[in-house]
């Protein structure tokens, strides 16, 4: 054992570093000497050593969930006392970390595998009538394989007769991830657990907690008192299963992992549908980069959308040739649903453009096309030279297919530059 101040020795085991700190144990990096193999030990913390009883029940479920064999729970190698008494249990080190440290906001169909592989791992314990009681991210690892497992059975189940949360840690379970009956300190079964695990599902898709609060309290009144909030835009085909998932009362939510999983199905085969839909994904990628800048900058993107948009139709027209009495307006089909959840995975850059050159638009001359005769309005009439010019030079552009270049002579600068100079320019 090296010296890092630990007050007590672990037969058989050197222990190498510290890990990290909970609010209820200790992680520590150790080698079992008898395997030559490294493994994370967890301590249970001095002040926090139960009861005879209570350690008695922990080392009884602890060899329990040694039992469970799964590929997505992390294996309990031993369970034992330290030399100064204090619980711990070991099991293996993986270096590769947890959900915690993983950003998987555009990476859907990784959420879909995750959401799936912990379903099972709660189903194979729930069929054992063992709650997990602390589903969250930190508590998802990844091995070697980078095949997420289920952590930290133990130490939930050891503390099953808390009394009810006053502070993070007091109690079983973490308050940002807390069923209403498990803030309220009431009997739970594997519905609280897919509540935790739909408030995992939905930090996974939006990078934050779907309650939040001032300290532990006030995000536990928020989960039992504040409704489910909405996805973004392009996450809302997850709402469904979200919305079940995060319900208040338990008889609300999913009843079985089988429930769950049929639910995860459905989101698979819908965003498997969507990606078939290719000319959607870059309407999805555009309304992700307007949603993602700051309000200010916000017109400015959307002005550009317009354009894009824009020219899309008008890129179809040529395609339909109208006779001198053809006053009816050509039919256009317009493209199908935005997919809501698949973006491509592009580093910020749009996926292939559906918006092409206009085929057969007239060249770009030095003058630009004249708005005049019996579609000219008043209105018209009442704006600025400079800025009409602007507007009928930018319109020219865009019949010619000219919408982001070349450089300084294409309709997306025109309007951009209409629209800083005035966010409220309705025609820009």
């Not at 070991?90 to 169909?109: I, V």
């Not at 299963?241 to 769950?260: G, I, M, T």
């Not at 865009?398 to 966010?423: C, F, K, M, Q, W």
């Amino acid at each position: 054992m090296t010296n890092l101040n630990v007050p007590f020795q672990i037969p058989g085991y050197r222990i190498v570093r510290r890990l990290g700190v909970g609010g209820m144990a200790t992680v520590y990096l150790a080698v079992q000497e008898s395997l030559k193999r490294p493994v994370a030990v967890k301590v249970l913390a001095t002040e926090r050593a139960p009861s005879d009883e209570l350690a008695q029940r922990f080392e009884h479920e602890a060899r329990t969930i040694a039992r469970l064999d799964h590929p997505h729970i992390v294996s309990i190698y031993d369970v034992g006392r330290t030399s100064n008494g204090q619980i711990y249990y070991t099991m293996p080190y993986f270096p590769n970390g947890d959900l915690s440290m993983r950003n998987l906001r555009d990476q859907p169909r990784r959420v879909l595998e995750i959401m799936r592989a912990l379903t099972e791992a709660l189903a194979c314990a729930h069929d054992k009538g063992i709650v997990h009681r602390d589903v969250k991210p930190e508590n998802v690892l990844f091995d070697k394989q980078d095949r997420p497992q289920l952590a930290d059975f133990g130490i939930a189940l050891s503390h099953s007769h808390q009394p009810r949360m006053t502070r993070e840690g007091a109690t079983i379970g973490s308050s940002g991830y807390m069923s209403p009956e498990q803030a309220r300190g009431q009997p739970l079964d594997g519905r609280s657990d897919f509540y935790s695990l739909g408030v995992v599902c939905y930090e996974l898709l939006t990078g934050e907690r779907p309650f939040q609060g001032a300290d532990a309290l006030a995000v536990a009144l928020a989960h039992i008192e504040k409704p489910v909030p909405r996805l973004p835009v392009t996450r809302r085909l997850w709402q469904p299963l979200v919305d079940r998932a995060l319900a208040k009362q338990p008889d609300a939510r999913f009843q079985s992992a089988e429930e769950l999983l049929a639910a995860i199905a459905v989101v698979e085969r819908r965003l498997k549908m969507r990606r078939r839909r290719g000319a959607s994904r870059y309407w999805v990628w555009l309304i992700e980069r307007i949603q993602s800048v700051s309000r200010g900058k916000r017109a400015l993107a959307l002005g550009l959308g317009l354009a894009v948009v824009l020219a899309a139709v008008l890129a179809l027209l040529p395609r339909f040739p109208r006779t001198a009495n053809d006053s009816s307006a050509a039919q256009v089909n317009a493209p199908s649903a935005l997919d809501p959840a698949e973006i491509a995975a592009t580093d910020g850059r749009p996926p292939s453009s559906p918006v092409g050159d206009v085929a057969g638009a007239p060249p770009v001359t030095g003058e630009p096309i004249a708005v005049t005769g019996s579609g000219a309005t008043p209105e018209a009439a009442a704006i600025p030279a400079d800025r009409a010019e602007q507007l009928r030079l930018a319109a020219s552009l865009v019949l010619a297919g000219h919408l982001t270049s070349p450089a300084g002579n294409n309709a997306a600068e025109r309007y951009l530059a209409l629209i800083a100079a005035d966010e409220q320019d309705r025609d820009a």
